[in-house]
């Protein structure tokens, strides 16, 4: 059979981006309603945008940020050989979207708790345009949630074969290409933090 | 595109990282104090510098060859043409 | 010999049984290109079958006013199927799939694509998608009625399986979007040396810049189905005007991804008859450069037009006339690529052979199909014709007598090459001439009714469109007797006629290059390429 004999590791990791472009475009159609939604109603979505709980928003901030920084070290750790540090940085990436996803769930079921979720008697009742962001709300952050819960998978897996040795200096692209896909939930929540939760 | 890897040095890392906390308490602090409708194109305008951070540094991209460069420049023009487009018929209308 | 061999035709050498393998499982799970190119095209192929029925009882309903053979629903769901079909399950990933995986990475002088096992995911995914598109025929609500556009508000409120059958399209789309990953990659990364950019023939040329149409538009496809499953299983209320939503951005993003979806329909057409002319013409391609230009110009340009689908539709006019600009700008790369393949047959030595006519019928159809969509693409015109036949005859002469032509002008070129054996020529000119005829008079029909203002998707008309209405469907009934002798003819030869050598055509690109069928390798030794695909000298063919 055809089994590639070499590996490519520039054409794995162009193929990764490519993917990776293919994600963007994914959110970008969300951020597209965002933009068209927010100009025809800035006040209800200023309005809004002062309901959500600013510190569920910033703590997921400063969890996703630092996750990214541990899978950036990873990556360096393993160039340099060091396997143990590798294994510990992948681990606390994968139990930083465990922490993510909790705080997520916590946020969601405050909201829920209060109303507001698609369709609710409360959103019906209320101006249209808040109706539409919190619809907005909840599929953005599914979305992305479902990219968090994909990526911490995917980092477990990376992070078992690091500490089996099957991801090592020479041969580490399962790392990068996962590193990649966790830095770009990290970039999609860059932008979702200031737009849902920073619009006043 | 090279096939030889760079390696970028904890030290780097965290100063990235630094970067990107500053900002966030920047646009928190921002949406705080700064009011209208101006302060989303600056919630904007800080996202984008953070995202820069992260796809020169922890992407790496600061280390690869022209053409993943292009590749990504050509993706993001095209998303910008999607909602700039859009917005012909949204702000006329 | 044990038994698996003697279910072989005879003849067959190569990929065929070099592996050592047979049975399902060595096709189902195998990772070469060819393999799956064939499994992407029996499967598309089928789809198309099953298509071109639903079309067909579609053109008996309409054959005359009132009632014919069914009720005005099934009527709805039989168009709404007939164009998911046709558009999601063959076109769409027809030519990719199929003569993209079979040839591409043999034209490259690459053993198999990037990454081969993505490669048979994608096919997977493809099946898997079909058969969740079935299954909502047959289940729930019964089959969707909201035409393929799945337009809001209606496919909120319908009471059709339409959530089921999205979801099997937004299966589909992924498998499309790992196509584009694995072409864009294969084609950067797995060029035989000396296999340079300028070199790349001009089907891979096209691939590529449709794989890139694939990365970057089909996501806003799959967002865009997403929205839909929401809005009807959660009542987000998005696109509901009564909760502040918008229904025109539904359009907005649908036309994102489905008008560039038609150029990943066309754009590999395109290549394939850049690829017949010069062979069957024995000259070089003329404007190599402009025509592989042209191919990413019209990727380019044509994902910015999506507005003119919505003229209408009560956009705001500053947005029409933007979006009927950009429309008459893809008229220029189109204008080039068929003033390149007419300069390619000037002075040839022209061989109208059945792959030659399929090519040469192509550019007529897709002349119409294209002038007729600078009608469509004009507003003052557009508001005129907007939602009438005369949209479904310029949306099939582009798509079928463009594409579809294409398609079966690349069955007559290329299948041949990995079975070993060849159709007749006589009753393959036959089948192409009947199709011809038939389909100039099934869809020019459509054009002159729509003229006359007979609306698209109506179950019933006016007596005064009757006498047009039964030519057109005199016209599908020629169409479908010339497509079935086309078939039996390539399908019996491909089975059991005369074996064919190396280089049939005597074509220059590398696919030529290596024996008949190809071997699972594809090249004894890596290639190194010193001419161009079209340097009929340098490649030493007389």
Redesign the interface.
């Known amino acids: 059979?055809?089994?590639?004999t070499h590996k490519?590791?520039?054409?794995a990791?162009?193929?990764m981006?490519?993917?990776l472009?293919?994600?963007?475009?994914?959110?970008?159609?969300?951020?597209?309603?965002y933009?068209?939604?927010?100009?025809?109603?800035?006040h209800?979505f200023a309005a809004a945008g002062r309901e959500m709980h600013?510190v569920f928003g910033?703590v997921n901030?400063?969890i996703l940020?630092?996750s990214?920084?541990l899978v950036?070290?990873a990556v360096?750790a393993v160039?340099?050989d060091d396997h143990r540090l590798a294994f510990v940085l992948v681990g606390g990436t994968v139990v930083c979207a465990a922490f993510f996803l909790v705080d997520k769930y916590l946020e969601w079921g405050t909201e829920i708790g209060r109303g507001i979720y698609?369709?609710s008697p409360r959103l019906?009742a209320g101006?249209?345009?808040?109706?539409?962001f919190y619809?907005?709300y909840?599929?953005t952050t599914g979305?992305h949630g479902l990219h968090v819960l994909i990526g911490g998978i995917l980092l477990a897996v990376v992070a078992v074969r690091v500490g089996r040795g099957s991801i090592h200096a020479g041969d580490y692209i399962w790392l990068e290409n996962g590193?990649?896909y966790w830095?770009l939930v990290?970039?999609v929540w860059?932008?979702i933090?200031?737009?849902y939760y920073?619009?006043? | 595109?090279?096939?030889t890897?760079h390696?970028?040095?904890?030290r780097t890392?965290?100063a990235?990282?630094l970067g990107?906390?500053a900002l966030?308490a920047l646009?928190?602090w921002?949406?705080r104090h700064s009011?209208g409708?101006g302060?989303?194109w600056g919630?904007?305008a800080?996202?984008a510098l953070?995202?820069g951070l992260?796809?020169a540094?922890?992407?790496h991209m600061r280390y690869e060859g022209r053409?993943?460069r292009g590749?990504?420049f050509v993706?993001?023009v095209?998303?910008a043409c999607?909602?700039g487009l859009?917005?012909f018929d949204?702000?006329y209308r | 010999m044990n038994p698996a061999e003697n279910m072989l035709p005879a003849g067959k050498g190569g990929f065929w049984i070099d592996?050592g393998k047979t049975g399902i499982a060595s096709w189902i799970f195998?990772?070469?290109h060819k393999r799956i190119g064939l499994l992407y095209f029996w499967s598309v192929f089928g789809f198309f079958l099953v298509g071109v029925l639903l079309g067909l009882l579609i053109r008996i309903e309409l054959m005359a006013p009132g009632r014919t053979i069914m009720g005005p629903q099934t009527y709805n769901a039989l168009f709404t199927v007939h164009g998911v079909v046709m558009v999601f399950l063959f076109i769409i990933p027809g030519f990719q799939g199929s003569f993209g995986n079979l040839v591409m990475p043999i034209q490259i002088g690459s053993?198999?694509v990037?990454?081969?096992r993505?490669n048979l995911f994608s096919w997977w995914l493809y099946i898997a998608g079909a058969a969740i598109i079935l299954t909502s025929l047959f289940t729930g609500g019964g089959p969707p009625d909201t035409g393929w556009t799945f337009y809001l508000p209606f496919s909120e409120r319908t009471g059709t399986n339409v959530s089921l059958a999205v979801f099997g399209v937004f299966i589909v789309g992924f498998s499309s979007?790992l196509t584009?990953?694995?072409f864009?990659?294969t084609i950067?990364?797995?060029r035989a040396e000396g296999m340079t950019w300028g070199r790349l023939p001009l089907f891979v040329w096209s691939l590529y810049a449709t794989a890139w149409v694939q990365?970057?538009?089909?996501?806003?496809l799959?967002?865009?189905l997403?929205?839909i499953i929401?809005e009807r299983l959660?009542?987000?209320?998005?696109f509901d005007p009564?909760?502040?939503?918008?229904p025109l951005?539904y359009q907005?993003?649908f036309w994102?991804y489905s008008h560039p979806a038609v150029y990943i329909m066309i754009l590999p057409a395109m290549g394939v008859v850049t690829e017949i002319i010069p062979v069957f013409s024995r000259k070089p391609i003329f404007g190599y450069r402009m025509i592989a230009f042209s191919s990413l110009a019209i990727a380019a340009a044509g994902s910015l037009v999506w507005g003119h689908h919505m003229f209408t539709s009560g956009m705001s006019d500053t947005a029409i006339l933007v979006f009927s600009f950009l429309t008459f700008v893809v008229a220029i790369p189109s204008a080039i690529k068929v003033f390149n393949w007419v300069s390619t047959l000037y002075r040839g030595s022209i061989s109208l052979e059945a792959p030659m006519l399929f090519a040469l019928s192509f550019i007529l159809l897709f002349s119409i199909g294209g002038l007729t969509g600078l009608i469509l693409g004009a507003a003052a015109t557009d508001i005129h014709v907007h939602d009438t036949h005369f949209v479904v005859g310029h949306f099939h002469y582009v798509i079928f007598g463009g594409s579809g032509f294409a398609f079966f002008g690349a069955m007559h070129y290329w299948l041949p090459k990995f079975y070993g054996r060849r159709y007749a020529e006589k009753p393959a000119i036959l089948g192409w001439g009947l199709m011809f005829v038939g389909f100039n008079i099934l869809y020019f029909t459509m054009m002159v009714l729509g003229m006359e203002g007979m609306p698209r998707r109506y179950y019933d008309y006016l007596p005064e469109f009757a006498r047009l209405n039964f030519v057109s469907t005199m016209g599908s009934w020629i169409l479908a007797v010339g497509l079935a002798i086309l078939l039996v003819n390539l399908f019996r030869g491909l089975r059991s006629g005369e074996p064919v050598g190396n280089n049939p055509w005597g074509g220059a690109t590398l696919e030529w290059s290596i024996p008949t069928p190809p071997p699972?390798?594809n090249f004894a030794k890596e290639p190194v390429v010193t001419h161009g695909p079209y340097d009929f000298r340098g490649a030493g063919i007389p």
């Open positions: 059979m055809s089994q590639p490519d590791y520039a054409g990791k162009l193929g981006w490519l993917f472009f293919t994600e963007l475009l994914l959110f970008g159609g969300l951020f597209l309603l933009a068209v939604y927010l100009s025809r109603y800035p209800e600013l910033t901030t400063v940020i630092t990214s920084l950036a070290m360096t160039k340099r698609p369709g019906v101006p249209a345009g808040e109706s539409v619809s907005l909840y599929l979305l590193a990649l830095h990290d970039l860059i932008f933090f200031p737009l920073l619009v006043l | 595109m090279n096939t890897t390696v970028i040095g904890y890392l965290t990235v990282w990107l906390m966030t646009t928190v921002v949406s009011l409708i302060h989303v919630s904007l800080i996202a953070k995202g992260v796809i540094f922890f992407m053409l993943l590749l990504l993706t993001l095209t998303l999607f909602i859009t917005f949204v702000l | 592996t195998s990772t070469d053993r198999d990037a990454f081969p993505l979007i584009g990953v694995n864009v990659t950067h990364r797995l990365i970057l538009a089909t996501p806003i799959g967002i865009t997403v929205l929401a959660l009542g987000t209320g998005l009564a909760r502040g939503g918008d951005m907005h993003l994102i699972t390798e």
